[in-house]
């Protein structure tokens, strides 16, 4: 079993930036690919970012694309989100996500493991 933590959402003014942290436990190895996915009230929960196990390979949103970065620690077992140029619209619930195969996949059925989400809050 794998369990993923996510930090470091909160409240930031339009323009501003945030990291987000998923922390990796359990029965981990550095052999999964890993994806960020958003859901805001009301909406289903999309596609933001994901990076294959090597973190070589990434892929973004149109969205977000230019603004958001995704990387990988893997001595550390841990994926992060670096998103700047906030906007008012990327305002929803962040889930780190993760999966067993090495390439990285953008539907939420292809993952296996979840966190339970953090907040993101962006104010106009």
């Known amino acids: 079993q794998v369990r993923l933590v996510e930090s470091g959402g909160g409240l930031v003014q339009a323009g501003g930036s945030l990291r987000l942290s998923c922390a990796a436990s359990g029965r981990t190895n550095s052999m999964y690919a890993a994806g960020w996915f958003r859901q805001a009230p009301g909406k289903e929960r999309e596609f933001v970012s994901g990076l294959d196990w090597s973190g070589e390979s990434t892929f973004y949103a149109d969205s977000?694309?230019?603004?958001?970065?995704?990387?990988?620690?893997?001595?550390?077992?841990?994926?992060?989100?670096?998103?700047?140029?906030?906007?008012?619209?990327?305002?929803?619930?962040?889930?780190?996500?993760?999966?067993?195969?090495?390439?990285?996949?953008?539907?939420?059925?292809?993952?296996?493991?979840?966190?339970?989400?953090?907040?993101?809050?962006?104010?106009?």
């Open 64 to 124: 977000v694309k230019g603004r958001f970065t995704i990387s990988r620690d893997n001595a550390r077992n841990t994926v992060y989100l670096q998103m700047n140029s906030l906007k008012p619209e990327d305002t929803a619930v962040y889930f780190c996500a993760g999966r067993r195969g090495i390439a990285v996949q953008t539907t939420v059925r292809a993952y296996e493991y979840w966190g339970q989400g953090t907040q993101v809050t962006v104010s106009s």
